[in-house]
């Protein structure tokens, strides 16, 4: 599975911004996609994930309410959406996918997710 991030860049405080990633590779999609960011000098961190089947979805609570996880399953893509950011929302962010049923329980961990994109850059100016 190949993934392919796409949207980041630089946005004033309080404005959205919309990050989408692309899977391809497998003709099946993944079942679970996820968004996980790095902020500078800092771990990466979960952001927001969401299953292929159900659409069950899944928020840190540092993002819960601002931003919205969705995917195209015909297109294998996943979306997020992010609205009134924050300059604490300045990170690299990465999407990640995992083809096998990944657990709620375990739907926060890096280590679910075996394909990881190459990281976009989001910063937020204040």
């Known amino acids: 599975v190949q993934l392919q991030a796409s949207g980041g860049g630089l946005v004033q405080a309080g404005g959205p911004l919309r990050l989408s990633c692309a899977a391809s590779g497998r003709t099946s999609g993944p079942s679970t996609m996820a968004w996980f960011r790095q902020p500078p000098g800092k771990e990466r961190e979960f952001v927001a994930a969401?299953?292929?089947?159900?659409?069950?979805?899944l928020y840190a609570d540092s993002v819960k309410g601002r931003f919205t996880i969705s995917r195209d399953n015909a297109k294998n893509t996943v979306h997020l959406q992010m609205s009134s950011l924050e300059p604490e929302d300045t990170a690299v962010y990465y999407c990640?996918?995992?083809?096998?049923?990944?657990?709620?329980?375990?739907?926060?961990?890096?280590?679910?997710?075996?394909?990881w994109g190459q990281g976009t850059l989001v910063t937020v100016s204040s």
């Open positions: 969401i299953r292929r089947y159900g659409g069950n979805t």
């Open positions: 990640a996918a995992a083809e096998s049923h990944v657990i709620l329980s375990s739907m926060r961990s890096a280590t679910s997710y075996p394909y």
